[in-house]
């Protein structure tokens, strides 16, 4: 990459705490902020897979631009009190501040009729998906964001605003995210902003299921004609992220290639 093509540095000298992120999309969010200069903290469960992420940031990085002390690996369940505090708490001894903290983690345990549905698995989708990510913005907001400001963003999907029929108590937690986000930027605000994003499939693990059949088959029904890649989502967290987006907060944005202009 020459030096001309760089992305801009427009988030230098901000730090990023991103959970979830040792593949899929936390990782494409963490390479996106660090490529713009934030310094990034990334989270997740099996400590061995997030060094490997880790190093994949730093060595992925551009030979102009020096990434190596600009990226901490915290691992730790998200749905732990312990863990959240832990990742928040070193993200600030290391890189002396917390601007932005993107809730990514995501579980869905749970598919098919909510009538036959496991009432502790739904407690997990819930507690991950919905309560730890109130738990993050709380140990952000004592920690830094309360007296400097800052910038959530939370990663929902488009079905938490329409129904899918299959993936329905993760849809409700979801959408339970979607009216948080509403919540915490009336309360936060102005200083912190809060923005949600509704990706609908994006190509990870997490969603190879949805797409088993066949890429072609399953976006179909898209405008875009393709599924997600975790840059599309990335660029969009970017934006909300950056100063470019000062007068958005409370919002949730569809990143879906078109699929819910379908009707
Ligand atoms: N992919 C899609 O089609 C799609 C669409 C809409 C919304 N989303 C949302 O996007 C987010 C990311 O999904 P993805 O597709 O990128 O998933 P993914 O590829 O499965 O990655 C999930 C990441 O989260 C970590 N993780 C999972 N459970 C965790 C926990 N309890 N505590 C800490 N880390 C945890 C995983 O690492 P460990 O296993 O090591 O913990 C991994 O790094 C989720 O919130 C998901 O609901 C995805």
Do not use: C
């Not at 919540?183 to 102005?190: D, I, M, R, S, V």
């Amino acid at each position: 990459m020459t030096t001309a093509s760089l992305p801009p540095q427009d988030l230098a000298g901000r730090t990023a705490l991103i959970t979830g992120a040792s593949r899929g999309i936390g990782l494409g969010i963490a390479a996106e902020l660090l490529s713009r200069g934030a310094n990034v903290t990334i989270t997740a469960r099996k400590a061995d897979q997030l060094e490997v992420a880790g190093k994949q940031l730093v060595e992925g990085g551009s030979p102009a631009v020096d990434l190596g002390p600009r990226v901490l690996t915290v691992a730790g369940n998200a749905g732990s009190a312990d863990s959240r505090a832990e990742a928040v708490a070193r993200t600030v001894e290391t890189f002396g501040s917390l601007d932005i903290l993107v809730n990514n983690t995501g579980i869905n345990p749970v598919f098919g009729a909510l009538m036959d549905a496991d009432l502790d698995g739904v407690r997990k989708i819930f507690d991950v998906n919905v309560v730890a990510a109130l738990g993050f913005v709380q140990e952000a907001y004592k920690a830094w964001m309360g007296e400097h400001g800052g910038n959530v963003v939370n990663i929902a999907s488009v079905a938490g605003i329409r129904s899918s029929g299959v993936i329905s108590a993760y849809g409700a937690s979801k959408a339970a995210l979607i009216r948080l986000t509403e919540e915490l930027a009336w309360q936060l605000g102005p200083s912190i902003r809060v923005n949600a994003v509704a990706p609908a499939v994006v190509k990870t693990k997490f969603a190879e299921a949805l797409y088993a059949a066949g890429e072609e088959e399953a976006a179909s029904g898209y405008p875009m004609k393709r599924l997600g890649e975790p840059e599309d989502v990335a660029k969009l967290v970017g934006f909300l992220v950056s100063d470019a987006a000062s007068w958005i907060t409370g919002d949730t944005i569809r990143v879906d290639g078109g699929s819910l202009a379908t009707g």
